[in-house]
């Protein structure tokens, strides 16, 4: 089993929430079901070029039996077009469901 988490920045325009809206559809049809942690962005920070960057952002989680990597890859470079984002991190965890 696969844990994926979407880490999706949160900016001042809706496209975010919308964003949420359609991958919700999406991942519940495909999937079975998705976590949004939504109401309490966390903080990102990174290091650009010796300054530190920052963003909220919220999470959504799906699991998954199989990772289809090529699948997710597009689901990833479609958020970046998106949302205008040099990178949106996707990342896939093994999980054992207790």
Do not use: C
């Not at 949160?10 to 919700?24: F, M, N, P």
């Not at 999406?26 to 290091?47: C, I, N, Q, Y």
């Not at 010796?50 to 999470?59: I, N």
């Amino acid at each position: 089993m696969h844990l994926i988490e979407i880490l999706l920045p949160v900016t001042q325009s809706s496209d975010v929430r919308r964003e949420v809206e359609s991958l919700g559809k999406l991942f519940t049809d495909k999937f079975g079901g998705l976590t949004a942690f939504v109401r309490s962005p966390g903080e990102g920070m990174w290091a650009d070029k010796g300054a530190v960057e920052r963003d909220d952002v919220v999470v959504l989680e799906v699991m998954t039996q199989e990772l289809d990597r090529e699948w997710w890859r597009e689901v990833r470079i479609g958020l970046q077009d998106r949302l205008n984002q040099k990178e949106i991190i996707v990342r896939a965890h093994v999980i054992d469901k207790l």
